[in-house]
């Protein structure tokens, strides 16, 4: 814990009621069926760099989440590097550097996962949305399966709203893939 936080838990009396651990952010679940890494600033020493360690990275996330939520069943991959991240979990397996005992008896929903490059699909952040969850994206930024609310210029509309929604609603997510002349 830094002394920033310290300090504000402090101030508001409640350190010593909490029991602070660090947490590392590996893969994300950003919808029911799509797990996200963030790994700001990797492109450029990945593909013009060739620096390895970030695929180790990928491979070491994956097996956290195994170890988490049990053996995935299947992995399939789209791209030279993707390819290269099911090789390390492969040789890691083994070498017996992966705990199988404790993957093996968790009983996984997850059957396959796929694992893709970006430098299979470079073009796709370029491209204009026309799916409601890309434009709200657009104009509100989504950030953690949210949306910040406090852009609004109409600040009489926003009283009696939470300054952030989640993103979860039954409703958006039948909605959000679609593209937007499907819904009228």
């Known amino acids: 814990m830094n002394i920033v936080c310290k300090d504000y838990l402090e101030k508001e009396a409640v350190l010593g009621d909490l029991v602070i651990t660090n947490f590392n952010f590996d893969l994300i679940?950003?919808?029911n069926?799509?797990?996200y890494l963030e790994m700001n600033n990797?492109?450029?020493p990945l593909y013009i760099g060739q620096e390895m360690t970030i695929l180790q990275t990928v491979a070491e996330s994956i097996q956290k989440m195994e170890l988490v939520h049990g053996k995935v069943q299947e992995y399939l991959c789209k791209g030279n590097y993707s390819k290269y991240v099911i090789d390390i979990l492969k040789q890691k397996k083994q070498q017996g550097e992966l705990i199988e005992d404790e993957v093996s008896f968790k009983v996984s929903k997850m059957?396959?996962?796929l694992v893709i490059d970006?430098?299979?699909d470079f073009?796709?952040?370029m491209l204009t949305p026309f799916t409601y969850e890309?434009?709200?994206d657009e104009v509100f930024s989504i950030k953690n399966n949210s949306i910040n609310l406090e852009i609004i210029k109409?600040?009489?509309a926003l009283k009696d709203r939470p300054k952030t929604i989640k993103l979860n609603d039954s409703y958006y997510n039948r909605i959000k893939i679609m593209n937007i002349k499907q819904c009228q």
């Open 111 to 113: 059957h396959t996962l």
């Open 134 to 136: 890309a434009l709200i």
């Open 33 to 35: 069926d799509l797990l």
């Open 154 to 156: 109409n600040q009489q």
């Open 123 to 125: 073009i796709t952040p």
């Open 118 to 120: 970006r430098k299979v």
């Open 42 to 44: 990797c492109l450029r």
């Open 29 to 31: 679940p950003i919808a």
